[in-house]
């Protein structure tokens, strides 16, 4: 042991004690789940929530969320105000012990709120710790107050600074560049959250407004029909099958359910659940509920009305899910969440209420719509009869060998190191450019499949099907963890899975009908963060001895003008696609674990994905092109 070592002291002085809002800058990520995106927007969720919050106390109708000209945030509404008289027990305005104490606020049966969604009472003060500045201005008691603050820090006692007959807060927060890889607000994250925020409270009205240079924009998100316009608006580029949405709304004691659902042709379910409005993604008590009464009610009901006979097996969830678009929405007074981050609803009463709930009422819908009734159940047994043929395809895969890992894919050049967590696998676009990567490649940790041409659009097809497509098999095989009901993120083979296209309109088609394959049927591998989008050079320009890669138009003119006054021509080539690189290239740019670019792809937001899929790869061609034209000066358009 050296001397060092042993010269080490543990004691009292070696026991840190964090005060304050330090611990919230010691260690953002407890409190806001990162400090990359993710995190940055949260913030803005934190203060808005105190807003909504109100709303379901019945003391708010209208909040104001702007990105100003220096990308700080102000949230308004017209609320009762932040409360300004002073804490019996600090001795300060309790909006101050409101934004400078942990778990401070009205939402610990102290009877400020009945329901409310930031349970932890830590929203606004994290957000104060995490902001270099803050300024909290309340029109309460007929005036209007102003307090600021920098990073959780008070900077100015509670001023009252003009008088008012309106009531409400206003808070504006500039977030620290100190804390956040990144400090720019993206509007479309924002408006997707409060989009959603404007569904599950109907009535309430909710305006973003982009005040920043050549972003200027401004929406309103106001649905008088809450939750029954969130199923038409996720269903707006799918095709109905019955006109009236089902929607039922229940009150017991302390408890509210709310459910809104109808069926379309597509093959996939998107049933999305909340609890005092927060996304439950990993659903809980109430999804059970929900689905349990769904099963039997459509099973009681097709052999009552004669659709299934005596000896036929019963439909199983998965058959009276195909095609449904549902939102249950739950609020209760003393919710418990399982984790930090609040996914998944462990109430155990609200199971038998949501059951109860939702039998009686979607009885009723069925008994009192027989027309509509029929389209679904028939739309269910087909499902049934789909089900049937992809579990006979399935074993008939078996017992060839395909699904069960033993026999691995012929074109498939795979790595010789066995441990998932280093290895990785490049589905890469066509036989050409897969034999350079195969020559490239580090075949220790790095297995190439080549793909030829493009694969099956899922979002058109049901399993059966998809399990006939040789390309979609490969891949099964090679991933070695199954698909659909038979996954197991276990048993998976590489922990990195890097789709590899071409820089054009055909790779990213390509790229596009992958991510929805595995949105659809694998959706654990982009849910883990194992799926990637390697990035490719657009470029390649040489002048003298060195040689750059480049990887956008933007970046090419930024490096010709650096190297503009360097002796030499500038010889500049243009990748039409990774079979142009060779072996070396490829490594170089797109392989080489030190040098290279990936993009890991996420799944935030649920809706939104379902949306975007269903629009890109569904039948109807408007929305598609509303959104190419929407979108296109986000895309770099020659690729």
């Known amino acids: 042991m050296s001397a060092d070592v042993k010269q080490q002291q543990y004691n009292a002085e070696q026991i840190q004690v964090l005060e304050g809002l330090e611990p919230v800058r010691k260690r953002p990520g407890m409190y806001i789940g990162s400090t990359g995106p993710r995190g940055l927007h949260h913030l803005v969720y934190e203060v808005v929530d105190n807003s ?14 702007t990105i100003q000209k220096d990308n700080s945030i102000m949230v308004e509404d017209d609320g009762r105000g932040m409360p300004v008289d002073k804490h019996p027990k600090l001795g300060i305005p309790a909006v101050e012990v409101i934004h400078t104490v942990l778990h401070a606020g009205g939402k610990f049966g102290g009877g400020g709120y009945k329901v409310s969604g930031g349970l932890h009472g830590v929203g606004a003060s994290v957000v104060n710790a995490l902001s270099t500045h803050m300024e909290v201005e309340i029109r309460r008691n007929g005036k209007v107050y102003k307090q600021t603050y920098e990073r959780g820090k008070t900077t100015s006692p509670l001023t009252e600074i003009g008088n008012s007959r309106k009531t409400g807060s206003k808070t504006t927060f500039w977030p620290d560049p100190e804390i956040f890889d990144e400090t720019e607000y993206d509007y479309g994250t924002l408006e997707h959250r409060l989009r959603e925020m404007a569904f599950l409270n109907k009535g309430i009205k909710i305006t ?33 099958l019955h006109q009236d949405i089902v929607y039922f709304e229940v009150k017991k004691k302390d408890m509210e359910v709310e459910i809104a659902m109808q069926y379309t042709d597509r093959y996939n379910e998107l049933i999305l659940s909340y609890a005092n409005n927060i996304n439950t993604t990993e659903g809980g008590t109430h999804m059970v509920g929900f689905k349990t009464a769904l099963t039997r009610v459509f099973n009681d009901y097709a052999r009552k009305n004669k659709f299934l006979k005596e000896n036929d097996d019963s439909l199983s969830g998965e058959d009276v899910r195909e095609g449904l678009t549902a939102i ?18 462990g109430n155990s009463e609200m199971r038998g209420f949501v059951e109860t709930s939702t039998n009686e009422n979607l009885t009723a ?32 895969t078996r017992r060839k060998g395909v699904l069960d890992g033993i026999s691995l894919p012929g074109k498939l050049a795979d790595c010789s190191e066995k ?25 220790k940790r790095q297995a190439i499949l080549p793909l030829r041409g493009k694969i099956l659009n899922v979002e058109k097809a049901r399993l059966d099907k998809i399990l006939n497509s040789d390309e979609i098999k490969n891949m099964i095989t090679a991933f070695g963890c199954g698909i659909g009901d038979d996954f197991n993120l276990e048993k998976l083979r590489y922990h990195k899975i890097i789709i590899m296209t071409d820089a054009d309109v055909d790779g990213a088609h390509i790229r596009t009908l992958l991510l929805t394959f595995f949105y659809r049927y694998m959706t654990p591998l982009i849910e883990g963060g194992y799926v990637y989008a390697a990035q490719p050079p657009l470029f390649q320009v040489k002048k003298g001895k060195e040689v750059h890669y480049t990887y956008s138009d933007a970046e090419q003119e930024k490096l010709l003008a650096s190297i503009a006054e360097k002796p030499g021509k500038a010889e500049v080539q243009r990748y039409k696609g990774l079979g142009e690189m060779d072996e070396n290239q490829l490594w170089d740019t797109t392989m080489n674990f030190e040098t290279r670019t990936l993009v890991q792809i996420t799944l935030d937001d649920v809706a939104a994905a379902d949306d975007i899929f269903t629009t890109l790869m569904g039948d109807k061609v408007p929305p598609r092109r509303k959104f190419i034209e929407e979108h296109a000066t986000y895309a770099n358009l020659d690729i």
């Open 52 to 65: 909504v919050d109100e709303a379901l106390a019945g003391y708010c109708t209208t909040i104001n969320i």
């Open 208 to 240: 973003l407004k982009d005040e920043r240079e050549g972003q200027k924009k401004e929406e309103v998100f106001h649905y008088e029909g809450g939750i029954r316009e969130f199923v038409k608006h996720q269903n707006q580029n799918k095709e109905a």
């Open 328 to 345: 249950i929405s739950v609020k209760l007074t003393n919710p418990q969440f399982e984790g930090q981050t609040k996914t998944k609803l």
């Open 365 to 396: 819908f069925l008994e009192e719509n027989p027309a509509q009734a029929r389209i679904i159940l028939d739309k269910c047994l087909r499902a049934a009869r789909a089900r049937e043929a992809a579990r006979k395809a399935r074993e008939l």
């Open 419 to 443: 441990d998932p967590s280093v290895s990785e696998i490049f589905l890469v676009e066509g036989d050409s450019a897969g034999g350079t990567a195969i020559n490239g490649r580090d075949r």
